[in-house]
């Protein structure tokens, strides 16, 4: 898989390139700023958009990074001072890299590290193409995993801050015809909740938010749908094309309301270690573990057979 390179490449579209030229920046604040400083993959649209929106609003600094400039042409032009855009693949590790550390180097210090870029993959398993299952994994997986590695060194230096990973209450539940973008935030959850283990001596807090559907380019723009089989017709892999369907109504989720909470959690001490937005997602997501851990607890004797008896 491409994840096994030097140099990961998404091939999902033409890029600008990987890094733009670094826009001059004061490493502190002005006046009146509440002196926080972001750095946030994937701001052109969604979550990540508004989460930097609000931040810039409020005065705090934004390192943001895009695929396209012109996406974000118009935040750029409100705030020039305290927006600093950079043009990156988050599945290319050797620009990952680099992107952290020469924010690092010129900005001084980062307080709070937002693993948002990614996108959804629709299509039963069999359905999807290898090209397809690499590009998932090396975004939403593995480009995660680079930008948190390249970060801790400098939040442990620096004497802490904060990693806010975006996943999904896709994370903790699973739905037919969605294996590889579950298979993604599985991952990057398991990883997660162990590095917050790691690092919390250090300072660094780790939160894992589980967003539910919002009214965001997710659906309709960001997402990738695979070439369906006939065999997979009437599938429940299938049900996804009723959610895409936007004559089946809107997403509950409000991004704004979502992002103002991302925002106040990263007050919160200790750290939450997830944050599950939404009461559909909630739901969802304690059903889900309430038949999980039935399930584990009638296996209870099954378990227990496989042990030495007590004294051997």
């Not at 929106?53 to 943001?64: I, P």
């Not at 996804?240 to 979502?258: H, I, S, T």
């Not at 969802?284 to 004294?311: C, H, N, V, Y």
Request: charged content about 20%.
């Amino acid at each position: 898989m491409a994840g096994s390179k030097g140099a990961r490449r998404n091939d999902g579209g033409p890029f600008e390139g990987h890094v733009s030229s670094p826009a001059v920046m004061e490493p502190e604040p002005a006046e009146g700023l509440t002196g926080r400083t972001w750095l946030i993959t994937g701001v052109s649209s969604g979550l990540g958009r508004e989460l930097a929106t609000q931040l810039l609003k409020r005065g705090d600094r934004v390192v943001g990074t895009v695929r396209r400039r012109y996406a974000v042409a118009d935040l750029a032009e409100r705030h020039p001072d305290t927006l600093r855009v950079e043009l990156l693949d988050v599945a290319d590790t050797p620009a990952v890299r680099l992107v952290v550390d020469r924010s690092f180097a010129e900005l001084g210090r980062i307080d709070v590290i937002v693993s948002n870029a990614g996108f959804g993959l629709f299509g039963a398993a069999e359905e999807l193409t290898d090209a397809q299952v690499e590009h998932i994994l090396d975004t939403n997986l593995l480009g995660s995993i680079a930008l948190i590695r390249a970060a801790l060194p400098r939040l442990r230096e620096q004497g802490g801050g904060r990693i806010v990973q975006i996943s999904s209450y896709g994370g903790q539940v699973a739905f037919a015809g969605n294996s590889l973008y579950h298979a993604s935030k599985w991952g990057i959850e398991a990883f997660c909740e162990s590095v917050a283990q790691e690092v919390a001596p250090f300072g660094i807090g780790v939160t894992i938010v589980e967003p539910g559907g919002a009214r965001t380019e997710f659906r309709s723009g960001s997402a990738q749908v695979a070439t369906p089989l006939p065999a997979y017709e009437g599938n429940p892999a299938h049900a996804y094309l009723r959610m895409l369907d936007p004559k089946n109504g809107l997403a509950p989720g409000d991004p704004a309301r979502m992002a103002a909470r991302i925002i106040e959690s990263v007050d919160t001490e200790p750290a939450p270690l997830r944050l599950v937005l939404g009461s559909q997602a909630l739901q969802s997501t304690i059903d889900t573990l309430a038949k999980r851990i039935e399930r584990f607890e009638a296996q209870r004797g099954l378990a227990a057979s496989t042990d030495f008896p007590p004294g051997e």
